[in-house]
């Protein structure tokens, strides 16, 4: 599914699909808009105009209007209208579900090839008919391959889902890793496609790759592909699109569903900035002051309306939502979240109808019931309402603010210096993984084997908790208090832990106290550094989601911070999902910083001494990881 982060395989094909329908297609003209925007204006039949639009990385698509071009063209762009502007576009075919698409185009009996990529940073390559590289709009050299002018373009290996019946039942018999990591990565799926695959097979997504029914897994992929192929029907499912899965295809503005779809989830393109248009912005700086305090006041007027609302339905459907949570707590206490989940699913009448996801780090659900609400099972009903209660006032509280505020004068920003707040000073945790849970505990991970001896020895104390995940290679994470979010804490351990670095999703957590740790073994047992024997009873958490989030926090402190997802957005609106998938630490850091800066804007130029590619890889766990939609 397409994300804020970028596009999968398999939204890719259902563009390049509709692409294809509409040739042929003429190349007018190349606009390079940075920081990474290339452009082409494209002529079809009958006088039509399309506008395909690549960012770097993330997506393709055509887009209504033009972006706003650099008064003067890149080097690039300069480059592409010598050789491609006036072309025709022959084809446009994608490799296997590999985020590569090439355009193979003619002009005056020469045949060129544009080569898309757009996965990790991206690019975008101009070959000849050979395939011999002209330019590519980023040079890169890798251990495998280079990407630079002169040199032969090398495509990766062909992906499984290309492979024949017998091939794809090989290749599921030499992999070690479980299903899921092995359609996640190496079919190139992506999580989220790889666990539908899972459901639509009825295969249990845990069990190794080599024990799955292949011939079932080969029918479901290629009947995903070609969903993506000949069912488009765009759908806006949360933070993401689907190719499919909506009613109908309605297409408008001559652009074809899905690509209208993602041209409206995606932001626009930011237009370039001008020495005129840095003036124009502070002649108008208070009329577009009191406009965005303006907008903010109807948001917040309107989310209070919209959980007015809820409260309302809420009530209106009391004996329908009671039974459903009495009946997900009977479930809960014999069943894992993931298994509820499934059960669910499977449902096609009843209550269980109206349940449109499940939640299992907040043991919640969202149901329909006019709007979409949530229902926190252990917390009970009531306490559920009682959270839209709880953000009307604090919205009512900002309400008044934004009023406050549009009723005092604007002050010139020219004239007056912004207040940051101060930098945290590091403390003695720092050198350790550390997180707040949201209600405000302490929890503390060692990073290594000598970390996690020194945090059982000196720092573990009676009132605290013992917490390690039940696999190999776990970080022993100690509570220090008590707290309600154990939640926090188990999916912190999981985390942090062996699962990510061999790509599960979930693990096991237990937790124990302090005199029930320690090391003296059994006779004639062995006892490592780092490791503890545990006796007694646990208390454990089962099949605990795998995910950090990595942000800024700017208040009380500024700060780079990570943990779990609910207990950093509890601190910041600014911060980043991970999961367990492709990418190395450092280069999923680099990413990651690029996406912070982003959505800073001006501000991030003020803190190039706290946010830092360094400071955001002490919070990344060991292993590949994916940026998902928060």
Known sequence: MATREGMSGIDLRAVVTEWAGLLPLWIAKVYLVPPGFLVFRLHGRERARFFLLIESGKRAHLTSALPHPPKFPPPFAMLLRKHISGGRVLSIKQHGIQRIVTFDIGKRGTEYH???ELYDEGNVVLCDQHYTIIQPMRPQRFRERDVVAGVPYVFPPPDPSTFSPEEFSRYLLEEDRDLVRALAVGVMLGGAYAEELCRRAGIDKTIPAREADAGVLYRELHRLIREAEQEIAPLRQGNAVL???GKAPAAAEGIPAFNLALDRFYPPVPAPETAAVKVAEKQGRQE?????????LARYEGRVARNERIVELMYGSYPLLQDIINTLERASST????????????QHSGPA????????AEASVDVDIGERVTLFVREGLEASIGRYYDANRKLKKKIAGARAAMERPVVAEAKKKTVQAPVMKRRWYHRFRWFSTSDGVLVLGGKDASQNEELVRKYMEGGDLFVHADVHGASVVIVKGATGRMDEVAQFAASYSGAW???????DVYAVRPAQVSKTPESGEYIGRGSFVVRGERDYYRDVPLAVAIGLQREPEIAVIGGPPSAVSARTDLFVTLRPGTFEPNDIARKLLRVLRDRLGDEAKGLKGVLSAESIAAFVPPGGSDMVER
């Open 243 to 245: 190719p499919a899965g």
């Open 288 to 296: 577009r002051i009191r406009a965005r305090q303006a907008e903010l």
């Open 335 to 346: 069943k894992s979240w993931q298994e509820i989940a499934q059960i669910l699913s499977a």
């Open 114 to 116: 544009l080569v898309v």
């Open 353 to 360: 109808t109206r349940i449109l996801s499940v939640n299992p």
């Open 501 to 507: 670095r061999s790509g599960h999703f979930s693990a």
